[in-house]
């Protein structure tokens, strides 16, 4: 049996669960594509990370990276765990409000903040504006001090660090789109210019060196190169952050090529090497922050498909055509991600063919999973691919015209609509007729 799969996810008949929920009942219900969440595993997961913190005797602060999943739901669930989120977006933070989340409990991040996102985000009031370069600063200068209104903020640093991981989810390096560059002197300059802000309250610094990483070394090289900078800082400009966020990016297993540590052995692992580099440099103790996305919500997450045609060519590969695709899970064709599927009705059975996943829009590169190996399989039956909760339905798009699945919770056996299916006429909703008259002939 796909060893993504927990005993406990099969019920008497073998069918798969999800939450304690058969996956083929919730097909039935809800149709297919639909993305099914075991929120409790969600939930489990943060408290595995505030565990780690607090075996630690640390300050800290979880900022779920709302970009990984963001549903209004999805915002409730981490109010009622007591977490933080970020967004990275006036939709993201629109979405937040939706949900009654905490403003105050809210990071804004991003690299191009528009005068309107600012803006909403200060009326909003929410925690803290994650700064990403000059532009931003002085134009966030300004408005707080226009509206005369005290604001917290982190500044965003490339530590010219590279992460092992997909170049498009690589972040940290010098050459980025994201943050001051820290071996230039940028990230000098931006703590003057911060601490000159009559309305900022420059209170940490923040770097995110990529995402799906699977080694410990990068976090451990950031928090040296910080608290190193810190000291410097402290002694230079008269700046000691109370605040170090270190991001997300904390890789996890999505098929049994994967081998990464447990997510919580980077953040014990972060949080000693901050304790170890304070101490060495005689500095203060710092709060830690991360941001997980991924690592929250991927393996939570289940994307159900019905199998729909096959295409058998004779020595060269069969295909199994299912009812979703790169709409709903762009991944494996933005970076070649890889994933799992099992056969919902019977993840026990043994595997009879090599099958190769394509999904149903009009692009050849739209192939969910390379030769997955399957029991026997026909029309109709439910596929679930695993360990798709994240990045999978934030980054859905209507290609072809196709509408976006619906999203169901799962937990303790009950199920929860939370985002509807779109409907043809969500589609056209938007849209709106020719108006030049007809050439008349
Ligand atoms: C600033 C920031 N924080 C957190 C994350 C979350 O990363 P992940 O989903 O890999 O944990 C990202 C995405 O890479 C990010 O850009
Ligand atoms: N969307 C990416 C990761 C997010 C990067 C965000 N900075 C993925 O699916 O892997």
Known sequence: MNEQIKTDALNSAHHLMVGGVDTLTLAKTYQTPLYVYDTGAIRAEIAAFKQVFEENHVNYQISYASKAFATVAMYQLIAQEHIHCDVVSGGELYTAQQADFPMAAVSFHGNNKSLAELTMALDAGVGTIVVDNFDELSQLTTLTAQRQQLTTIMLRIAPGISAHTHDYISTGQADSKFGFDLNSGQADQAIRAAQAAPYLKLVGIHCHIGSQIFELNGFEMIVDKLVSEFARWQRELDFYPQIMNVGGGFGVK?????????????????????????????????????????????????????????????????????????????????????????????????????????????????????????????????????????????????????????????????????????????????????SVPEKTK
């Open 254 to 434: 999505y098929t049994a090529e994967d081998h990464p540590l447990q997510p919580t052995d980077f953040v014990d692992a972060i949080v000693k090497e901050t304790l170890a580099q304070t101490a060495a440099h005689q500095v203060p103790m710092l709060e830690i922050w991360i941001e997980p996305g991924r690592s929250l919500v991927a393996a939570a997450g289940t994307t159900l498909y019905t199998i729909g045609d096959e295409k058998d060519i004779p020595g060269i590969r069969k295909y199994l055509s299912v009812d979703g695709g790169m709409g709903d899970n762009i991944r494996p064709a933005l970076y070649q991600a890889k994933y799992e599927a099992v056969l919902a009705k019977d993840p026990t059975l043994p595997a009879e063919q090599v099958a190769s996943i394509a999904g149903k829009y009009c692009e050849s590169g739209d192939m969910l999973i390379w030769n997955q190996q399957l029991p026997a399989t026909k029309a109709g039956d439910v596929l679930a691919v695993l360990d798709t909760g994240a990045y999978g339905y934030s980054m859905a798009s209507n290609y072809n015209r196709n509408p976006r699945p619906a999203v169901v919770f799962c937990e303790q056996g009950h199920s929860q609509l939370v985002v509807q299916r779109e409907s043809y006429a969500d589609l056209t909703r938007l849209d709106l007729p020719l």
